[in-house]
């Protein structure tokens, strides 16, 4: 406002100064340092000058203001394009966090659900658990039970069967028994071994040869004749006088030496029957008398 009361005051001066009235007119060039005046004014034109070279530099200062003040006012228009734009990424962003907020909060309550549900689950599983382990202590309870009952038997059934292994070995039959002396001209009868090897159950004679059966049961026995040199010789196993089985050692018209007759009989027995070995055909026998290989033998299966 001051600016502009001091233009107009200047303006109106030169226009009703006669002086300078006079300088428009003719342009006197030696006025610049003349004094004009109006009734009750006395207008210096040097100070005149000096204001309008301050009011234009003011000018010129307020212009650059405006530019600076543009530039600002478009830096700030930028700014809240920015802002705006950022804005709306915000608000996005927060709708896209709502969304997923959503979701979470769904799965969320699935999850619950799952969690009640396996939560019943459990006790389920714990109702079948405490069942079973009922179960598995009524079974062990019964175990405990039925093992006494088996131990008590198997203590029973180990007893009678030591009692009859004991039965057994008291009972037990068996013999072997073999000639120590050889024998040229043996042509006939019982062919009898005195030598007596084993004999558990005292059931073959040496002196006639002949086994008795001190119980009844299956037996075996076993008989080998060697003969003598080039000599044949035949003889049976015999069952209460009945041939079983035979047996020979044969010399093929004299072409071998000291052939084995060997052989064997099961046979089943009463209590009280009797076997023995009879000559059936040649003669002699050959035997060691440290080591008799012409030899009868039996045993109780």
Same mark, same amino acid.
């Given at each position: ?72 006012? +478009? /830096?700030? &228009? %930028?700014? *809240?394009?920015?802002? !705006?734009?950022?804005? $709306?990424?915000? @608000? ?17 309550? +699935? /999850?619950? &659900? %799952?969690? *009640?549900?396996?939560? !019943?689950?459990?006790? $389920?599983?714990? @109702? ?27 203590? !029973? ?145």
């Amino acid at each position: 406002m001051r600016f502009l009361k001091d233009i107009c005051l200047i303006v109106l001066v030169i226009i009703n100064t006669p002086g300078t009235k006079g300088l428009l007119g003719h342009g006197n060039p030696n006025s610049s340092d003349l004094t004009h005046s109006f009734p009750g004014h006395i207008v210096d034109m040097t100070e005149v000058m000096q204001i309008l070279e301050n009011h234009t530099q003011q000018i010129k200062n307020q212009t650059q203001q405006i530019e600076s003040d543009r530039t600002t006012i +478009q /830096l700030l &228009q %930028n700014r *809240v394009f920015f802002l !705006e734009a950022e804005q $709306n990424k915000l @608000n996005a962003s927060k709708s896209f966090s709502t969304q997923e907020f959503s979701t979470y909060l769904i799965s969320m309550n +699935q /999850l619950i &659900q %799952n969690m *009640v549900a396996n939560e !019943e689950n459990d006790k $389920n599983l714990t @109702n079948h658990f405490n069942a079973a382990v009922k179960q598995l202590d009524d079974l062990h309870t019964a175990m405990k039970l039925l093992n006494g009952s088996l131990l008590q038997q198997l203590e !029973e059934r180990i007893s009678h069967v030591h009692d009859n292994i004991i039965a057994n070995v008291s009972t037990r039959i068996a013999f072997t028994a073999g000639v120590t002396s050889f024998s040229v001209t043996w042509s006939s009868g019982t062919l009898v071994f005195p030598k007596v090897i084993t004999n558990v159950g005292s059931g073959y004679n040496p002196s006639d040869g002949v086994f008795t059966a001190p119980r009844a049961g299956v037996y075996v026995f076993f008989v080998n004749v060697q003969s003598y040199n080039r000599f044949s010789i035949y003889v049976d196993i015999v069952l209460n006088g009945a041939t079983k089985v035979r047996t020979m050692a044969n010399s093929y018209g004299g072409n071998d030496y000291f052939d084995a007759g060997p052989n064997l009989a099961v046979l089943s027995l009463q209590t009280g029957d009797r076997v023995w070995v009879k000559y059936y055909f040649g003669q002699g026998y050959y035997t060691y008398s440290d080591g008799p290989i012409t030899t009868f033998s039996g045993f109780l299966i």
